[in-house]
């Protein structure tokens, strides 16, 4: 089964160890190179966290499980506090080709919640695949030039 | 269909990183060479309100592509100071802004004047025209011919391009797509 970004927003995350909310998923960061979803930033403003990837033990319909609260970090660098601050959430982000055209706004995004690889990048109501992510930063996604 | 952009709706634009995603600069200035029938490169200004020009300059051959909407670089080494690149780019000889140019034809009539350069959308500033103010009143765009004679004051192209004075932009993306097909280009 797949996972959406946009459904995933605002899922609670629980420890698995002490069954405790830990707060609600606020941003999803992803590694565009590896073509898979980095971390998890668990809420919002100077409270914000982040979580690698490989502590989540299960994204799930309803909660997110990490294994206990240790997993949480705070950011420790520019980029870090970059995705904490929701800057490189790829939601809402405008999309440009790698010729520099616009191709509209990031609607969602669609992963494998078992492994983290991202399947898709919706553009509205298309779809483009995973492998035509080029780059993703604060101001754009890049995604190569659909042929058409 | 190739799609065309004139020199002015260039400056402006986000200069952005492919991989990074980010914009590192925009566009101040195109550095036209009459001569090379090419954008050479482009000056820079800091992104955001009010933000003064960058020291750096971008050259032609380490643009990925000039798109309608950005200008697209793999990152932000592709940046290079002014003085330490070509002169063509760094130090352009003053009189060469071929804005202004009465188009001449080897029959030595008048078409008009140049308003501006034709950029090749997506190319990395290959100019396959120019935007005139026609000698009879109105916009019109011609293509570059292949070889012209350039001054500071004036540019001679064949008699043909009479023929091929286009209203808009699309009509001129249509003409080039047609003169390539018959010389074979992609």
């Known amino acids: 089964m797949s996972e959406r970004f946009a459904a995933a927003s605002g899922r609670t995350v629980i420890s698995r160890t002490s069954a405790e909310e830990l707060g609600k998923l606020a941003h999803i960061v992803i590694d565009v190179k590896r073509g898979q979803v980095a971390s998890l930033v668990v809420g919002k403003g100077r409270k914000a966290l982040l979580i690698a990837w490989e502590q989540v033990t299960g994204f799930g319909p309803d909660a997110v499980m990490i294994a206990d609260e240790t997993a949480l970090q705070e950011p420790r660098d520019d980029r870090e506090q970059a995705a904490a601050d929701g800057k490189l959430d790829l939601l809402g982000k405008r999309a440009l080709s790698d010729t520099g055209n616009d191709l509209g706004t990031v609607t969602d995004v669609v992963f494998d919640p078992d492994t983290g690889v991202i399947e898709s990048i919706m553009l509205g109501d298309r779809g483009e695949p995973a492998a035509s992510l080029l780059g993703a930063g604060s101001f754009a996604v890049i995604v190569r030039e659909p042929a058409n | ?186």
């Open chain 2, 1 to 186: 269909m190739s799609v065309l952009v004139t020199g002015s709706a260039i400056r402006g634009l986000p200069v952005v990183t492919i991989a990074g995603g980010e914009d590192v600069a925009e566009v101040r200035d195109v550095i036209y060479s009459p001569e090379a029938g090419r954008v050479v490169g482009l000056t820079l200004n800091k992104r955001g309100f009010l933000a003064g020009r960058r020291r750096e300059v971008l050259s032609a051959e380490t643009i990925r592509a000039i798109g309608r909407d950005a200008v697209m670089i793999d990152d932000e080494s592709s940046l290079i100071l002014a003085e330490s690149s070509p002169a063509d780019l760094g130090t352009p000889p003053s009189g060469r802004d071929v804005t202004g140019d009465e188009v001449l034809t080897e029959g030595g009539a008048s078409l008009g004047q140049v308003r501006d350069i034709v950029v090749l959308v997506g190319s990395n500033g290959a100019v396959v025209g120019y935007e005139i103010d026609t000698a009879t009143g109105g916009i019109g765009y011609i293509p570059v011919p292949s070889q012209l004679a350039v001054s500071g004051s004036a540019l001679v192209v064949p008699d043909t391009t009479r023929q091929f004075i286009e209203d808009d932009l699309a009509g001129l993306g249509a003409a080039v797509d047609e003169s390539r097909s018959k010389l074979g280009l992609p």
